[in-house]
Nanobody
Framework: QVQLVESGGGLVQPGGSLRLSCAASGSVGSRYDMGWYHQAPGKEREFVAA????????RYADSVKGRFTISRDNAENTVYLHMNSLKPEDTAVYSC?????????WGQGTQVTVSS
């Protein structure tokens, strides 16, 4: 049983920063890729960022490159999304995922609202 719990969302002004966290629990093993998607109202869920199990490779959506940074702490089974220079267009529910033995697991999401 794998569970993912996101935290760190909230309301922030344009240009501000947030750090999202996603903590995993359960039988996750030692090698698992993790990442983030988001979904804005009226839009499909979109890829945001991903990181390999050893942190050696990261990938970002074009819309967040240079502004967001994904990282992980395997000792805590946690992935982070550092969000800088936030824009209103970043407003969405952010969900983390973990791929364990070829199966994707999702958290329930955390709301990020960028507004003045």
């Amino acid at each position: 049983q794998v569970q993912l719990v996101e935290s760190g969302g909230g309301l922030v002004q344009p240009g501000g920063s947030l750090r999202l966290s996603c903590a995993a629990s359960g039988s996750v093993g030692s090698r698992y890729d993790m990442g983030w998607y988001h979904q804005a109202p009226g839009k499909e869920r979109e890829f945001v960022a991903a990181i390999t199990w050893n942190g050696g490779s990261t990938r970002y959506a074009d819309s967040v490159k240079g502004r967001f940074t994904i990282s992980r702490d395997n000792a805590e089974n946690t992935v982070y999304l550092h969000m800088n220079s936030l824009k209103p267009e970043d407003t969405a529910v952010y969900s983390c995922y973990m791929i364990v033995r070829g199966i994707i697991h999702w958290g329930q999401g955390t709301q990020v609202t960028v507004s003045s």
